[in-house]
């Protein structure tokens, strides 16, 4: 049985003092409930620290929007997944399609950004989806099979992999996949796996879902059974909104 798990992406969002105040928010509200699915944080790089103070033996990951692929040298601007394990991460992000929209990363890119991750040891959470011209040229399942086998080429164990299916067209428009939309996707991506790692492997797999998640429709997509849980942008802004959608997936 796959447990959920819901990540909140904060983007580039919130100050350190900000962080801290939505990161304690939340770990106060889910101490009263008690989250029955796993989640994450991610802010932005300089509020890790912070972030991680406070959720600290709350069994919240930390976790960062972005990594570089080596280990250090000069790449001005960039990040190791060194420096996000000493600052507290447990989770790194990996092809979010603003990255690949806005800084150019390829897939041949991503595919370091997974390898390093992983033989750092941290998990990873493999973005992939498709564009609204995409999905209106019917080629969904092409563009989405080929990112998660370029973004795991190579990679013999995917145990510490998540993938997380996000639609562009829906992220941060409001427009959500209908359930039925996103199941067909998942289900999809678990066959691709299944092909590439085999029958458990696949079906150990967590398979989230992205793009306008929200309290009111939550519950619905986490209910189909290729859902295992949310990468929330937008709504885990809010420490109720959020904790609202991991108590979904609880559910
Ligand atoms: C995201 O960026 O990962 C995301 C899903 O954003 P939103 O929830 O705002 O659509």
Redesign the pocket.
Known sequence: MRRKIVVG?W?MNNTIAEAIELSSAIAEELRDGGASCEVGIAPAFPALSGVHGVLEGTGIHLAAQNCHYENDGAYTGEVSVRMLEEAGCSYV?AG???RRQYFGETSAIVNLKVKKVLSEGLRVIL?VGETLEEREQGITGEVVTGQVKDGLEGIADIADVVI?Y?PVW?????K?ATSQQAQDVHASIRETVAALYGQQAASDLRIQY?????PSNAEELFAMPDIDG???????LKAEDFVAIVNAAGR
């Not at 992205?210 to 929200?214: A, D, R, T, Y």
């Not at 949310?230 to 885990?236: Q, R, T, V």
Request: glycine residues 26%; charged residues 15%.
């Open positions: 992406n983007k992000i979010h399609s603003e973005c997380a996000e829906a992220i941060g428009t409001g959500t992205g793009g306008s998640v929200k949310g990468l929330i942008g937008g709504a885990s």
